[in-house]
């Protein structure tokens, strides 16, 4: 069974928008301390871009703040990233993970993840 699964990606052209979806198996959701978002395109580092904690703090990578909003559906098992004003290089597999431990920050640098998805793409054309 899929802990994680995501949705929503596609292509778009630049300005344009698009909502990601992950939804979660119903123990790794509500034992989650922190969800993420990452992305990742070939050839270069991963990247967190959003987080969230339990309750419901938000941190962006200062690439993204302003354009995404991160958010989640506690009755649903499922968090969102809201993509806006969408650019070339916002192009990359995203991915959401999620971890169950308190004691690390729930920050966008935050590397270490128990959960994670497959991924979904997300292409942005000029």
């Known amino acids: 069974q899929d802990q994680l699964k995501e949705s929503g990606g596609g292509s778009v052209q630049s300005g344009g928008s698009l909502t990601l979806s992950c939804a979660a198996a119903r123990y790794t959701y509500t034992s989650s301390a922190c969800m993420i978002w990452f992305r990742q395109a070939p050839g270069k580092e991963r990247e967190g871009v959003a987080t969230?904690?339990?309750?419901?703090?938000?941190n962006y990578a200062d690439s993204v703040k302003g354009r995404f909003t991160i958010s989640k559906d506690d009755a649903q098992n499922t968090l969102y990233l809201q993509m806006g004003d969408l650019e070339p290089e916002d192009s990359a597999r995203y991915y959401c993970a999620a971890d169950r431990s308190f004691w690390r920050a729930c920050s966008p640098s935050r590397a270490e993840f128990e959960f994670w998805g497959q991924g979904t793409q997300v292409t942005v054309s000029s």
């Open positions: 969230i904690d339990r309750g419901g703090k938000t």
